[in-house]
């Protein structure tokens, strides 16, 4: 991570310029972004040309994508024009993780090689779709740079955790797994409708036990999880620490929806109007700023947005209007030149990024939300 990264990152969002970038289609009337890695390549889902189906109805079908670094052209990924698929997350190689239904019935677990290239045995690779003992509807979720693939079995009601080459080193029973981080630390939520943080050293653990509700929804590499505890955003210390409330908008609803490894985090809270605006918060999650009212974007004509990402140069990927149709966005922050001293002044209130070692698994029972080992 570059220092100017790290020094942009540390002041308000008010403080310098944004770029937004409509992400267009891959023929069809809409596209959604579901995820960003650090070369800015957004993955997501998009509707295909319409085309003749069976030879009787002119059709389309949701196709997962990913572009090109820094927002750049989409890339079909299939698999073939008849089936649909979504992606949901990418690691920094381009490698794309997310669902196919393969001739409108079979679901299986999308994973491509790297830049969304398709593996040898074709859009999923075997283990994945054998993970969970041959289970026929599969979801991937989260991808980490080492290969990790986190994920669910949406008829089986259970989640699931694989190691870099695919063989599952760990299943969640009654539980919907949200991210994974280059540590090999998980976020899920449990059906007792708490979040949970998972490592192979320490096991399952509820971030806020005290709640009576409470969603774990990302991860970033230093254990910082991102969440809602009732209606209000929540960000953790390292390793799923200390609880910190994010507030609001001036409304009375927050919605964490990722973070990146600076603390920075983005989502969707009500403003005092009872709107709902997507937001950007600086490292750790302070000053929350309202991405809708920010000039450049009030300029562009965008409306309506969602996010659905942040990396760690801050570019920011969702969903919004913009002449009254749905598109994904790459939103990337620009720094002014007579913001120069202004920025270097935050460096200092950041701290280096450092990533520590995965240490051999400790086997627990199983019960609601607890890992099965493999």
Known sequence: MSSATLVLASVPATAYAWTISNLGTLGGSYSVATGINNQGQVVGYSQNPPHLHENIDMVSFEHAFISAPHGGQLTDLGPGIDDVSRAAGVNDAGQVVGQTMLGGSLAVALVTGPNGKTLPNGPYDPPYQGSLNGA??????????????????????????????????????????????????VVYNGLDN????????????????????????DINDLGQVVGRIGGTGYITSPNGGS???????????????????????????????????????????????????????????WSGLTVAGINDHGQIAGTGFIDGQQRAFFLSPVPEPSEGALLMGGLLALQTLVKRRSRPASRCKAKQGTPLRH
């Open 194 to 217: 708490h979040g949970y943080i998972w490592s192979e050293t320490d096991g399952p653990r509820m971030l806020a036990p005290d709640a009576d509700f409470s969603t774990a929804v």
């Open 136 to 185: 026929s509807f599969l979801s991937a979720r989260a991808i980490s740079n080492s290969g990790q693939v986190a994920g669910y079995d949406v008829l089986g009601n259970s989640s699931f955790l694989t190691r870099p080459d695919g063989v599952t080193l760990v299943t969640f029973p009654y539980a919907q797994v949200n991210a994974v981080n280059d540590v090999g630390q």
């Open 243 to 301: 609880v910190t409330m994010l507030g609001t908008l001036g409304g009375d609803f927050c919605e964490p929806l990722g973070i990146n490894n600076l603390g920075q985090v983005v989502g969707l809270s009500k403003t005092a109007s009872g709107d709902l605006h997507a937001f950007v918060t600086g490292p750790n999650g302070q000053s929350m700023t309202d991405l809708e009212t920010l000039d450049d974007i009030v300029k562009s004509g």
